[in-house]
């Protein structure tokens, strides 16, 4: 059974380490300057003779409200005026990177993430969608996956029935937690009823898809609040979950200084809220995807699983990592082939650089063939939880054994932990060892000894 887990906590505290998430391989802490525009169009170039299909990510960093715990590139203003010049200069980016690309390719999935994508109004919205249509063939069947991040303190039934006109057809709701003290405690307050409203509008306006986010390890939660947590989450019917472990890293994200960091849960409470939560999405029905993802059995990441099309990129778990993913907007990532490049994250540096008539990238790697072999491994390994050494043989032209002979000591500790079943064919990671199936991707990370640990969360 695909989604089976075995709970073993001696094992989980042994493997539980910190590392990357690797939505992709190599990961971002590997970006350096030395990629550049010129990248950027040359991978283009190569997407447009190949005619490859398209994924467009677009950031939306604005935010009305600072919540403590959040990592994520944003902007924190009450000022709804600041969004206009951002949104000119998306439109500059939009056409500046659509010219280098073929109108034959299809857009078949397209994100909005932030920040708050409704902190725009219903007309900048309706506007940004219209360059993106005019600019990239987008779907008009509805046959795209076509999603966007809510906050249901910012979206109502007109804003849900703007997106859903729009093309929008999948929704992230953010929750992350429904105890009222634990909301306090990070600076977010938000009903059960303003999160079901939201999701009964996604439901009448016939949305395909809707996702739940949840938090466990912040501050003021115990196994017993996140457990109910959990149990009203279960009853507003979520075809999928994210259920993340809080990394706590004040020097690095300077919203989370304002979490008292003793009202943490200890390290044994998080395990036990895991546990629970486990158990409790397992009742109902949900399977367990891998790194932090759960969906109910008809949903298309269970399906695509099953039958080994699951693939994962900057936007995670997916089934359109054959796309060529174009970042758009601040921050923002693209994966273009064996390109990958990110624009600034300083909002002034990505607005300047379009006033220029200049593209933002700043940063990037284009992978070399141990890259790609690598990255290969570790994608079929996150995603399906078995390897089986002579496809990667054949498709690198190489002998798996001889190239990776000094991981192989690793390998056997691990399978004689219980981790993972090794033979000389394949790698299978055990049920016992699915929590931590980045320990095991971590063996095969070329870079990880080079890199500072501090930059990662931990596995669990």
Known sequence: MLDAIRWDTDLIRRYDLAGPRYTSYPTAVQFDS??????????????????????????????ANICYYCACNKVITKDRGRALPYLQRLEQEIQLIACHLDPAQKVEQLHFGGG??????????????AQLRKHFNLLDNDSGDYGIEIDPREADWSTMGLLRELGFNRVSIGLQDLDPAVQRAVNRLQSLEETRAVIDAARTLQFRSINIDLIYGLPKQTP??????????????????????????????????RINSNELPAPAQKLEMLQRTIEQLTAAGYRYIGMDHFALPDDELAIAQEESTLQRNFQGYTTHGHCDLIGLGVSAISQIGDLYCQNSSDLNQYQNALASAQLATNRGLVCNADDRLRRAVIQQLICHFDLEFAEIEQAFNIDFRGYFGELWPQLQDMAEDGLIKLDNERITVQPAGRLLVRSVCMVFDAYLELTNRQRFSRVI
């Open 34 to 63: 030395q990629v550049g525009t010129f990248d950027l169009f040359h991978a283009l170039r190569d997407s447009r003779k190949a005619l490859r299909p398209l994924s467009l990510y677009v950031h939306v960093p604005f935010c």
């Open 116 to 129: 708050t994508p409704t902190f725009l109004s219903h007309d900048e919205l309706r506007q940004l969608m």
């Open 224 to 257: 017993e609040n996140f457990a109910r947590t959990v149990d009203e989450v279960i009853n507003l019917q979520p075809d999928r979950l994210s259920v993340f472990n809080y990394a706590h890293l004040p020097e690095r994200f300077m919203p989370q200084r």
